[in-house]
């Protein structure tokens, strides 16, 4: 086998790879059927329920520690660095995405800015807390199944 197909044999590779896409393709479904419109920008966009960031990095975590071992250090790395993500979603980028929208406002209310924009800001970049825990449990049960 060449380092090709090894690569894509890759159990922890792969799965998580088909976990965001799955993930990614519900979020554009679900927002066809609510808008009644096709929203290209879902399929690479941040945000929205559930988390894929969360959802990858939790199936990966789920499936070395069930294959390498909960008492591993590469589990302990995989579940500080699922952590972090989580964190980041659920609050920085949260944050980030309402700074966007408060200052979108700002821009687009007349007399308080006379900035020119040429496009408005990404708003939808973090999570709510249950769109993590959404994406954290889809991603450790498929982990934990794969």
Known sequence: ???????IMNKYIYVPLLIW??????KV???????????????????????????VV???TAMIGKYEGFDSSIFALSLIFAMVVMYDAAGVRRAAGKQA???NKIIETPGLSNVQVQEK??????????????GAIIGITVGLLA
């Open 1 to 7: 086998m060449n380092d090709f197909q090894k690569i």
């Open 21 to 26: 896409i799955c993930v990614q393709t519900f």
């Open 29 to 55: 479904i679900y927002d066809l059927v609510k808008t009644k419109k096709f929203n290209f920008k879902r399929i690479m966009g941040a945000g929205g329920m559930p988390s894929s960031h969360t959802a």
């Open 58 to 60: 939790t199936s990966l």
């Open 101 to 103: 929208s408060l200052l």
């Open 121 to 134: 800001l990404v708003e939808v970049l973090g999570h709510t807390p249950l769109q993590v825990i959404v």
